[in-house]
């Protein structure tokens, strides 16, 4: 029997994962719900759950929480398909033969189901950072409650929760892409103002070569030493910094499996980098490396205290998303059963500005779109209707052969001249591939059709025709290729820029 909505779940997988989830969650748990005096009469309970164990106990219940969030959110889908569509959120898959009445029809927006589980799976974690509180008593007084890492937590909670709603209206009634460029700078309010109060830093550190060259043209006074202060500016970039995330992967759209697929690996690699903060490395690993004083467990020998901790709760956003990421791409895969919508570009867009905010690295952030800002560049033209926008500028769809290939922005007359010189720049750098033809009228040769400004597009002009999904995974490569740059450029030859050991 072939499954109706959704990619058939997988029993043995579910059945496996299910139990080991709960065991991480309840783990940390037991010695908060079985009373002291047990341990006392039995040590080989006591030696079972040593207090101490764990350097990060809370870290052990987020990894269940996330697997968990991968098995429920594998069944959900298929659960909730049906009153998508039936509520009319559904989208015809354009990449599939087909036509306007006979579909494809895939059910649309079920990013919706995806954040409001992943929302109410940090809400139920929300306590376990703080159960050593609970445990040792410490917690006394309002006044001794670790309140700003509580605050943090809940200031990105609502910033995602409002992405999502926004997401989800955008989703329903299809605003222009214009009017919804500034959209997430609403949400991301809330978590600028935590910035704000916790003292967030608005300085910079310039390579010295550019310090002697600004100080040497009178901008010496702006700096102390190789930092800069930039103050609002910071701020300015820090607004923007959400529009970016979420649209961005929002435009990089239109196959099946790709807006998904980035989003997992931008979160992978801010989990790695959240690592390498975390004093958790074994002795022999470390000393294999050859880093400095592996008794520690650290990589970074600097880090300790304060930036340990900004890094721990990045950490706990991105391994529960890691997790409805994977459960989601089980549907979302090719041949799609399931659409993301804006809501799930929004939703995933804000959780790693959020995080990257209240971690302070909102700058490596950046580096881990490297491909989202080549799309987005090679996109402005289009954005900003230099060259003419349809309202799909996916690939194009070959029934014949099922593959794709560059999609096309037509011209009925020759372009205005300022269209014709970035089309023929874009050509030179082969970037668009353009087609020529002779006006009647004149007998000039004019630019007939340009294929459209995205890098889906770029890459099938190069490595076309391509069928969907070897589509995806050469975007999925790019991805990792670009994570891969952005740790060289963050911890290689890019170190003095990003500040070192600031922290
Ligand atoms: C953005 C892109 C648009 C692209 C669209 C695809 C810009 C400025 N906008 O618009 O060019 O065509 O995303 O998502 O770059 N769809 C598929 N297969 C998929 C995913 C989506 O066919 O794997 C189609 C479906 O018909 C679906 C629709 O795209 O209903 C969703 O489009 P939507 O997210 O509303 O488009 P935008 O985000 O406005
Ligand atoms: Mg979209």
Redesign the pocket.
């Known amino acids: 029997m072939t499954q109706k909505y959704g990619h058939r779940p997988p029993i043995l997988l579910t059945l496996t994962i299910l139990p080991i989830s709960l065991i991480l969650i309840l783990n940390p748990l037991i010695p908060l719900i079985i009373p002291k005096w047990i341990f006392k009469f039995s040590t080989s309970l006591s030696s079972l759950i040593k207090e101490d164990e764990y350097k990060f106990p809370a870290l052990q219940a987020n990894l269940g929480f996330s697997l968990l969030a991968f098995i429920i959110s594998i069944w959900l889908i298929p659960k909730v398909s049906e009153s998508f569509i039936l509520k009319g959120l559904?989208?015809?898959?354009?990449?599939k033969s087909g036509d306007k009445l006979n579909g494809p029809w895939?059910p649309?927006s079920l990013g919706l189901p995806c954040a409001s589980l992943y929302l109410a799976l940090m809400m139920l974690f929300i306590p376990f950072p703080f159960s050593h509180l609970f445990k040792s008593h410490s917690f006394s007084s309002p006044e001794t409650f670790p309140q700003r890492e509580l605050t943090l937590y809940l200031s990105s909670l609502l910033s995602l929760l409002t992405a999502t709603l926004l997401g989800f209206i955008?989703?329903l009634f299809?605003i222009r892409?214009r009017h919804k460029l500034p959209i997430p700078i609403v949400s991301a309010v809330p978590t600028l103002l935590v910035y704000y109060s916790v003292g967030g830093v608005t300085s910079i550190v310039l390579p010295k070569s550019i310090v002697g060259w600004l100080s040497s043209i009178g901008f010496g006074g702006f700096m102390k030493g190789n930092i800069v202060d930039l103050g609002p500016i910071y701020y300015l970039y820090l607004i923007m910094l959400p529009t970016f995330t979420t649209n961005s992967i929002?435009?990089l759209?239109?196959?099946?499996?790709?807006?998904v697929l980035q989003a997992l690996i931008i979160a992978i690699s801010i989990s790695i980098n959240d690592l390498i903060f975390l004093p958790i490395w074994s002795i022999n690993l470390l000393n294999l490396f050859g880093f400095k004083n592996p008794e520690n467990g650290r990589i970074l020998n600097w880090a300790i205290g304060e930036v340990v901790n900004r890094h721990l709760m990045s950490l706990y956003f991105m391994i529960p998303l890691i997790g409805i990421c994977l459960g989601f791409l089980w549907h979302?895969w090719y041949p799609?059963k399931a659409?993301?919508?804006?809501t799930f570009?929004y939703f995933t867009g804000m959780a790693f500005s959020a995080v990257a905010i209240q971690g302070h690295f909102s700058k490596t952030l950046i580096l881990f779109f490297l491909p989202q800002i080549f799309n987005f560049i090679l996109?402005c033209p289009?954005?900003f209707g230099l060259v003419k926008?349809?309202?799909?500028?996916?690939p194009s769809y070959d029934e014949k052969t099922n593959l794709l290939n560059p999609s096309k922005v037509l011209f009925d007359s020759s372009p205005p001249k300022k269209t014709i010189i970035v089309l023929k720049l874009l050509s030179i750098l082969k970037l668009v591939k353009l087609e020529y033809d002779v006006d009647d009228n004149n007998n000039k040769e004019y630019i007939k059709s340009s294929t459209?400004l995205?890098i889906l597009n770029f890459l099938l002009i190069h490595f076309g025709p391509l069928k969907e999904d070897k589509l995806c995974i050469l975007m999925g490569l790019i991805q990792v290729l670009g994570s891969l740059i952005a740790f060289i450029i963050r911890y290689g030859v890019g170190s003095w820029f990003y500040g070192g050991e600031r922290r």
Do not use: M, Y
């Open positions: 559904k989208g015809r898959d354009l990449l895939v649309e955008d989703d299809d892409w929002n435009i759209a239109g196959i099946n499996g790709v807006e979302n799609a659409f993301p919508g804006d570009c996109s289009q954005l926008c349809p309202r799909h500028r996916l459209n995205t």
